[in-house]
């Protein structure tokens, strides 16, 4: 029995029958089209930002008015933009994109839509600068060749702070953009509503059945999640069908109830999601013990962890055919390596017949980002001691590129013992190597340096010996030997302690620079090394708690600012003005430096500014309806003024003060007036 709900699924162009709720939005988006060649879509995760695209703008076009490339990063942005455009044009690029972009349009006679989806996947990935800035010089390549070709960039507002790059290079980025709001309540009433009477399903009581079932999918935090929306039909319906149905049925679209008992039994979205993962795991795991009698317990939990980043969102992971053998390729944990050979495939199509996971021409990954959440909760706390661990060997390599230091002996130590278990891109991997390597050239040196001045020492006894030996004895000289030996080492283990103090004073010298200069990130990765060459225990705890702790907050903190910063700005271009003093107060309460203190109270006294003609004008037109003696209009107008009015300062507005006061008083007086 199949689901008519769209489950984690995109809506694509044959769904728009079944697309409801955002005829607004695609108005928008189809306008913003038709006049401009770059435009950026945005919002939270989960506002159907890709099924807005490519199901509500496409079914605006005519099969003859566009030609759409999906895109996606995979394992590169700038790969996976060849293969989408060499696919169409029989295998081959000509010398530009540009030029090639021009032959497609000369082939089809339809405008090219670049549609890259997910675009934040480029800043998840590590180390891939290089990557980054190929496509943006591309992007303005296309951009700036005037060609019958339009750019969009699908993307979560979160990561809106990480297009400055983009920016400094298409200073027209930020020009067109829609961001795609949550939907309100009554949208996604009508979402409800409308899905029910097209998949033939009663609502006895529906507007508090719809209420119940919205209650049940809501999050204080987040609001309304759209995949959600859709998960908890999908699993409603189903469960719904097996009870009025038992024995099947042959209709397409049977006659089904949600009764409203039957909701307030079905639980909230947070358990439905936990109670579907849980149990397709535990499905997959007993159709693979049936063949694999030893199976690890966690062998399904550790495949999907592969497929979610170190910070909680999903990942795609490539794959090829050898024949029938499906090989993935990208290097994953040695503990899945080590599963049976047939065993990843199987429990590969296993999750995806749960559509747990999707699968394409050469690519996995999980359905939705809300599953991705779901799997980083689950895992244990050796996963992410490991992906501490990672994070940290990143952060030192990064900083080796710039300073040349490598890992001592104690960070490799560290590194060595998970090391196998450590999925780590190549260079990072070599990095490790060439710090083996350093490590073992420091420690010969130092061998090689106490054998010598061990023979000196020596040498030099035996010639005292042979000179004094008529009058001192052979013990002596050894003795002699021996305590020369003792101070020469006791020498060379106090330089060694000296210049790890001095490497130790250097780092953390470096640490308080780099947080100084804001560049919080690289100050973690001094402070880390200083702690490894801390001279005492006692001096890395202090680093470790004081220092560290700090620069890792300011790191956190600098993100969210600039996170803010942009909303901010954004909603002034937008002329939503409270949404922007609201991001630029939160902001300020996380400056910590001068420069930033005033950019912020800038854009706040901007804004104010701005505001302040808006909120004049709502209290004189109230003022000239109080005059004409209609309260009523008098007093609703307010409502505008008075939402406005927290966020002025008082000693610009003390006439329109008086003017409210006088008009709520009177028009309060005169309304009770009335009514006695």
């Known amino acids: 029995m199949n689901s008519p709900f769209k489950f984690l699924d995109a809506y694509d162009l044959e769904d728009q029958d079944i697309f409801f709720g955002r005829d607004e939005e695609i108005a928008k988006l189809y306008d913003m089209v038709n006049k401009n060649r770059l435009i950026l879509v945005y919002g939270q995760s989960g506002t159907g930002k890709t099924s807005l695209v490519r199901c509500g703008l496409a079914s605006r076009f005519d099969v003859t008015d566009w030609y759409a490339l999906l895109i996606r990063r995979r394992g590169n942005i700038n790969d996976s933009l060849a293969q989408a455009i060499r696919?169409?044009?029989?295998g081959e690029l000509l010398d530009t994109f540009a030029e090639s972009i021009e032959e497609l349009y000369a082939l089809y006679l339809r405008p090219v839509y670049l549609i890259f989806d997910q675009l934040e996947e480029i800043f998840t990935a590590r180390d891939n600068e290089e990557e980054q800035q190929l496509f943006i010089q591309t992007i303005?390549?296309?951009?700036?060749?005037?060609?019958?070709?339009?750019?969009?960039?699908?993307?979560?507002?979160?990561?809106?702070?990480?297009?400055?790059?983009?920016?400094?290079?298409?200073?027209?980025?930020?020009?067109r953009r829609l961001r795609v709001e949550p939907m309100t309540y009554n949208n996604v009433s009508a979402v409800i509503t409308k899905s029910c009477e097209k998949f033939n399903i009663s609502l006895p009581t529906p507007e508090t059945a719809v209420r119940k079932i919205i209650d049940g999918i809501s999050d204080r935090k987040s609001g309304i999640q759209l995949p959600y929306l859709q998960v908890y039909l999908d699993m409603f319906y189903r469960e719904d069908y097996a009870r009025t149905y038992p024995k099947g049925t042959a209709q397409?679209?049977?006659?089904?109830?949600?009764?409203?008992?039957?909701?307030?039994?079905?639980?909230?979205?947070?358990?439905?999601?936990?109670?579907?993962?849980?149990?397709?795991?535990?499905?997959?795991?007993?159709?693979?013990?049936?063949?694999y009698k030893n199976m690890p317990e966690d062998a399904v939990q550790r495949v999907l962890d592969s497929f979610v980043t170190l910070e909680g969102t999903k990942r795609s992971i490539g794959y090829h055919m050898d024949g029938e053998r499906l090989v993935l390729e990208r290097k994953m944990n040695k503990k899945i390596g080590a599963l049976h050979k047939g065993m990843l495939p199987e429990i590969l199509q296993q999750l995806e017949r749960s559509r747990i996971l999707r699968k394409d021409d050469d690519s996995f990954e999980l359905a939705h980002d809300s599953l991705a959440a779901l799997i980083d909760q689950q895992r244990s706390g050796e996963q992410r001691q490991l992906n501490e661990v990672r994070l940290r060997l990143q952060n030192i390599y990064k900083e080796h590129t710039t300073t040349g230091v490598f890992l001592n002996e104690k960070q490799l130590k560290d590194v060595d013992e998970v090391l196998a278990q450590l999925e780590?891109?190549?260079?990072?991997?070599?990095?490790?190597?060439?710090?083996?390597?350093?490590?073992?050239?420091?420690?010969?040196r130092k061998r090689n340096t106490r054998l010598a001045i061990l023979g000196s020492i020596l040498a030099v006894g035996i010639v005292m010996g042979i000179s004094a030996w008529s009058t001192l004895r052979y013990s002596e000289q050894v003795e002699q030997a021996l305590e020369a030996l003792k101070a020469s080492q006791a020498q060379q283990e106090q330089t060694q302690k000296e210049k790890q103090l001095a490497d130790f004073t250097n780092y953390v010298n470096q640490g308080k620079s780099k947080m100084e200069l804001g560049e919080y990130e690289l100050a973690v990765a001094q402070f880390e090394v200083a702690i490894d060459l801390a001279p005492t225990p006692e001096e890395a705890t202090r680093i470790k708690e004081g220092e560290l702790e700090t620069s890792k907050q300011l790191a956190i903190q600098k993100v969210q600012f600039d996170s803010l910063m942009t909303a901010g700005n954004l909603a002034i271009e937008e002329n939503q003005l409270v949404a922007a003093i609201?991001?630029?107060?939160?902001?300020?309460?996380?400056?910590?430096?001068?420069?930033?203190?005033?950019?912020?109270?800038?854009?706040?006294?901007e804004v104010r500014v701005k505001m302040l003609p808006s909120f004049r004008q709502s209290v004189e037109r109230a003022y000239i309806f109080y005059e004409a003696e209609d309260c009523v209009l008098a007093q609703q107008i307010l409502v505008q003024a008075r939402r406005l009015q927290p966020y002025l300062r008082k000693a610009n507005i003390p006439r329109e003060l008086d003017k409210i006061a006088t008009v709520q008083k009177e028009c309060a007086a005169a309304t009770s007036k009335l009514i006695d």
Do not use: W
């Open 87 to 90: 696919k169409p044009l029989g």
């Open 140 to 175: 303005a390549e296309i951009n700036a060749a005037n060609l019958p070709c339009r750019i969009l960039f699908i993307l979560r507002e979160e990561y809106l702070g990480h297009l400055y790059n983009f920016e400094k290079v298409i200073p027209t980025l930020f020009d």
């Open 252 to 291: 397409e679209l049977p006659p089904l109830t949600f009764e409203l008992e039957e909701i307030k039994n079905f639980g909230a979205i947070g358990n439905v999601m936990k109670k579907f993962l849980d149990e397709q795991q535990a499905r997959i795991n007993g159709v693979l013990r049936q063949r």
């Open 424 to 444: 780590i891109e190549a260079p990072v991997a070599q990095f490790v190597e060439d710090s083996r390597k350093q490590v073992k050239a420091t420690a010969r």
């Open 582 to 605: 609201n991001a630029f107060r939160q902001a300020e309460g996380m400056v910590s430096d001068v420069t930033n203190e005033r950019r912020v109270k800038n854009r706040l006294e």
